[in-house]
């Protein structure tokens, strides 16, 4: 159940992402929205990847990779936040829908762990 609302919820994600890259450029910004539209689309790409992992120590990293990548993107939402590209309530909705796909990784990976232990 989680691991399907996790994959909805980064492709969500993506989609917004998508939808901000396209808002920045058309304010010819191109270093961030270049940076944010990688790793924010990653997200779901390395979620989606885990799917078809080679057991469990390969489908732990995919979401290891899914999880920097949400806390790099948490880095440029707050960066285009600071610099006047994206205002506050964008901002607090970006990084709220982030931060629970990060919260979510860290569980999956979590019960991943623990379930290969035992």
Do not use: P
């Not at 990779?65 to 960066?79: H, M």
Request: hydrophobic share 35%.
């Amino acid at each position: 159940m989680q691991e399907s609302k996790l994959r909805d919820q980064s492709t969500d994600f993506a989609v917004r992402i998508i939808n901000l890259t396209k808002n920045l450029k058309s304010k010819h910004e191109t270093v961030i929205s270049n940076q944010i539209g990688r790793c924010g689309t990653s997200i779901g790409a390395n979620i989606r990847e885990a799917q078809y992992a080679h057991g469990k120590a390969d489908f732990i990293s995919k979401l290891q990779i899914a999880l920097k990548e949400a806390n790099e993107t948490g880095y440029w939402l707050e960066l285009l936040f600071k610099t006047d590209y994206i205002d506050e309530q964008t901002y607090k909705s970006l990084d709220s829908a982030c931060t629970s796909i990060r919260v979510m990784l860290i569980s999956s990976i979590n019960t991943t762990k623990q379930n290969r232990e035992n």
